[in-house]
C-alpha cells in the first residue's frame, strides 16, 4: 500500500466550485505539505504544516486553505475554483527524525477547472 | 529568496549515452537532494548530498555536490529508457524553524530507444 495516498486523482470542475483534495498519510510523519505543479513554473509550496495545530501559508497560498485533522491527514480546499488553477496538485510528507528535510509524495491530483 | 536553476530543461538522447544535468545556485545550502518524477506519478526522492565536494553513486547515476555546496550534478552512464522522466533539485538549508525545500524547475529527460 502507497504510504501517501491523494484523492481525488483527478477531477474536472467549473469555475466557483469549491473543491477539496484530500491527502492521508501511514509514515507517521509530523510534516504535511501542499504543492501545485505547472509546466515551466515547477513546484511551488501552496500550505504547509508542521503538526497539527501549526498551519503555514507557502508561496502562493492565494485562493487555497487547508485543515489537517489529524497528524495523518492534510486536504487542500479552493473555495471558489478558477481556471488558472488547473494543475497537478501534491501532497508530500517529511519526518521530524533526520535533519534534511526529505520529503515523501503522493501520486498527485490532476485539477482541471473549466 | 534562493534559486534553484536546472539545466538544460529538456534533453533528449539515445538508449546507451551519457549525460549530465547541472543544478546552480547564487545560494549555499545544507544540503542537495534529487528527486525523480515519472508521467502520472509523484517526484521520489533519489539522493541527498551534504558535504561540498561529496560524490554519490546509485548504479549508473553519479550525485555530486559542489565544494562550496552552491551547486549539484547528476552523470548518467549508458541511458536506458527506464531513466525517463523529470529530474528535480531541492535545496535545503536547516536551522531555525525554517524547513522548507527550495526547488528547481526539472530537466525532462528523454532517453529513446
Known amino acids: 500500500d502507497a504510504d501517501v495516498t491523494q484523492t481525488p486523482r483527478n477531477r474536472i470542475t467549473k469555475t466557483g466550485k469549491r473543491i477539496m483534495l484530500e491527502c492521508s498519510q501511514t509514515?507517521?510523519?509530523?510534516?504535511m505539505y501542499w504543492y501545485r505543479q505547472d509546466p515551466g513554473l515547477g513546484l511551488r509550496l501552496i500550505y504547509y504544516?508542521?503538526?497539527?495545530?501549526?498551519?503555514n501559508k507557502g508561496e502562493i497560498s492565494d485562493g487555497y486553505s487547508v485543515s489537517r485533522q489529524a497528524q495523518a491527514k492534510f486536504s487542500l480546499s479552493l473555495e471558489s475554483a478558477i481556471p488558472n488553477q488547473t494543475a497537478l496538485y501534491f501532497c508530500?510528507?517529511?519526518?521530524?527524525?533526520?535533519?534534511?528535510?526529505?520529503?515523501?509524495f503522493g501520486p498527485g491530483t490532476r485539477l482541471t477547472v473549466l | 529568496t534562493q534559486l534553484l536553476e536546472q539545466s538544460p530543461q529538456f534533453l533528449s538522447i539515445q538508449e546507451g549515452e551519457n549525460l549530465t544535468v547541472y543544478c546552480n545556485s547564487s545560494?549555499?545550502?545544507?544540503?542537495l537532494q534529487w528527486y525523480r518524477q515519472e508521467p502520472g506519478e509523484g517526484p521520489v526522492l533519489l539522493v541527498t548530498?551534504?558535504?561540498?565536494?561529496e560524490v554519490k553513486k546509485l548504479k549508473r547515476l553519479t550525485f555530486q555536490f559542489g565544494d562550496a555546496r552552491k551547486d549539484s550534478s547528476l552523470h548518467i552512464t549508458a541511458a536506458q529508457t527506464g531513466d525517463t522522466g523529470l529530474y528535480l533539485c531541492?535545496?535545503?538549508?536547516?536551522?531555525?524553524?525554517?524547513?522548507?525545500?527550495?526547488f528547481g524547475k526539472g530537466t525532462l529527460l528523454t532517453v529513446n530507444p
Open positions: 508530500a510528507t517529511s519526518g521530524r527524525q533526520g535533519s534534511y528535510n526529505e520529503q515523501f
Open positions: 509514515k507517521g510523519h509530523d510534516r
Open positions: 504544516s508542521f503538526d497539527v495545530k501549526d498551519i
Open positions: 545560494s549555499v545550502f545544507s544540503s
Open positions: 548530498v551534504v558535504t561540498g565536494g
Open positions: 531541492a535545496g535545503f538549508n536547516s536551522g531555525g524553524s525554517n524547513y522548507k525545500l527550495t
